[in-house]
């Protein structure tokens, strides 16, 4: 009889290596179905209440939907969403007029922003603000 014990450690090497391929394959796979659904929501500014349906929107407001790093364009302004830090929304605002290609950063409190902010002549109200996105409130003739 042989009372070797055999080696172990091959299965358990090829299970572990096989469990990390599928772990990343499956990672990767839904990194980029998020980044397409991502690119195929490509548009400047995402309307969700025009007509004033919802309480508390009057025909003259504009329910809109900034996505993180995308630009959304107001006119004569463009807005780039930066994300929340320490409790302030951070923006880039480029004021077409004066240049084009030069953002201005903006960083207001949530606090004033729910209260109602200008961006280049622009009146804003914040209705809530994440990592990823920032719902606000324009008034396009205010």
């Not at 004569?76 to 480029?94: H, S, W």
């Not at 007029?97 to 209260?115: F, V």
Request: proline share 4%; aromatic share 10%; charged share 25%.
């Amino acid at each position: 009889m042989n009372d070797e014990p055999g080696l172990k450690w091959p299965p358990i090497l090829f299970f572990t290596m096989s469990g990390i391929v599928f772990s990343l394959s499956l990672y990767l796979v839904a990194t980029s179905a998020m980044k397409s659904e991502a690119r195929a929501n490509v548009g400047n500014v995402h309307v969700a209440s025009a007509a004033g349906t919802e309480s508390g929107i009057d025909e003259d407001q504009v329910r809109v939907i900034l996505r993180r790093d995308e630009k959304n364009s107001f006119g004569k302004v463009d807005v780039i969403y930066r994300g929340i830090e320490n409790d302030q929304i951070k923006l880039d605002v480029f004021i077409l007029d004066l240049d084009p290609n030069y953002p201005y950063r903006r960083e207001i409190t949530c606090r004033q922003a729910k209260e109602g902010f200008r961006l280049g002549g622009l009146h804003f109200e914040l209705i809530s603000a994440g990592r990823a996105k920032a719902k606000l409130v324009w008034f396009p003739q205010g």
